[in-house]
């Protein structure tokens, strides 16, 4: 159970149960740069670009590097705020990490960039958020600012990150705007609430299921994976689906594949603590599988050497080498490969159903 913060109210408004419901964490790709580029952006002005790209991923600081320290705005970073909603009342806090003190009827939020003369809260994003006047976020964080440093108005926009720039999009609350805000956050705050006294809360499907931590455990999901097991006991109750409402039948099977993937991704996780006993001398285990990539640049001439027509392949693995001069052959070319520092290796973790290790 996660109560709603300012970045995930959006969320519960759609489906208060997203919150009630157990959630599931993973990071992908556009979140752990979203994560990298945010640390970098705070620490850039402060201490430098290089030690800034030193405190982040090293796979990261390519891309996060394109972005010039010079082009971000001068104010107060990552500042993390308290909203009361009962009382209409806010107050910034000394927290890091997003430590929120969690006090009952309080809202948290974190601000990327709070500049006070300018009456002014900004939002770092990668990607396109949507417009500014739309962001709930940006629409709470900036009741959050203007309730604590006693504003009567309040300029909220993104930061949008595009390469070496920044993109500005920005949107003015006023006293009704913020006023309806706080109406908005206390409806959704209310039907949360509600969705905790209900022993299996209501869910609300929608296109904004893929993006809900909750989702493994959701009833429409679990409800949706058995549909699917029940249908493929049968093909024709497959057909006569996607004969009914083929739009929906894509739509079902957009929604249950996503569900399949966090399944997958929480039984990877669990397993990779300690393995999963299945029964029947079976156990989920996480299984490292190392996978080694040859770098064609550096590696052709050695390539070149070996297999005469290697320029006409579309690319070159270990698998391909032993097919085209068997397995002992193969090893020693990759010998003179990786000597070359022609190959990249790196562990890959399976999860797998394997038989079950003696106590």
């Not at 040859?294 to 693995?317: E, F, H, M, Y």
Request: overall charge negative; glycine content about 6%.
């Amino acid at each position: 159970m996660a109560r709603p913060t300012a970045s995930s109210l959006w969320l519960g408004e759609l489906c208060p149960a997203s919150h009630v419901l157990p959630q599931v964490r993973e990071t992908n790709e556009g979140q752990a740069f979203g994560t990298a580029i945010h640390k970098y952006a705070e620490l850039a002005p402060q201490i430098g670009k290089e030690r800034a790209l030193a405190a982040i991923p090293e796979e990261m600081r390519e891309r996060c590097g394109e972005l010039d320290p010079t082009s971000l705005p001068a104010g107060n970073r990552e500042v993390p705020i308290e909203y009361d909603l009962e009382h209409g009342e806010a107050r910034l806090l000394d927290v890091t990490d997003r430590a929120y003190p969690k006090r009952e009827g309080c809202v948290y939020g974190t601000i990327d960039v709070l500049q006070i003369q300018r009456q002014s809260v900004w939002d770092y994003k990668s990607g396109w958020p949507g417009s500014a006047n739309e962001s709930l976020q940006l629409a709470a964080l900036g009741l959050f600012a203007a309730r604590a440093l006693r504003w009567d108005e309040v300029t909220v926009g993104h930061l949008r990150i595009d390469g070496e720039r920044l993109r500005l999009d920005f949107h003015l609350l006023s006293g009704i705007e913020l006023a309806a805000v706080h109406a908005r956050i206390k409806s959704i705050l209310a039907r949360y609430e509600g969705a905790k006294s209900q022993e299996i809360p209501d869910v609300y499907p929608g296109d904004h299921c893929t993006m809900c931590p909750a989702m493994p455990a959701c009833p429409a999901t679990t409800a949706m994976i058995r549909q699917v097991s029940e249908a493929m006991a049968e093909e024709s109750r497959v057909a006569a689906m996607v004969e009914a409402d083929p739009v929906g039948a894509w739509t079902f099977l957009e929604r249950a594949g996503d569900a399949l993937d966090r399944l997958r991704a929480e039984l990877k996780r669990r397993a990779s603590m300690a393995p999963i006993d299945l029964g029947n001398g079976k156990q989920l285990r996480i299984l490292d599988v190392e996978k080694k990539t040859i770098d064609g640049k550096r590696g052709l001439p050695i390539l070149r050497d070996t297999i005469p027509d290697v320029d006409a392949l579309c690319s070159v693995s270990k698998t391909r080498l032993e097919k085209a001069l068997g397995k002992r052959n193969a090893n020693v070319v990759m010998q003179r490969l990786e000597a070359a520092g022609a190959v990249e290796t790196n562990t890959e973790h399976h999860l797998r159903k394997v038989a079950a290790k003696e106590p």
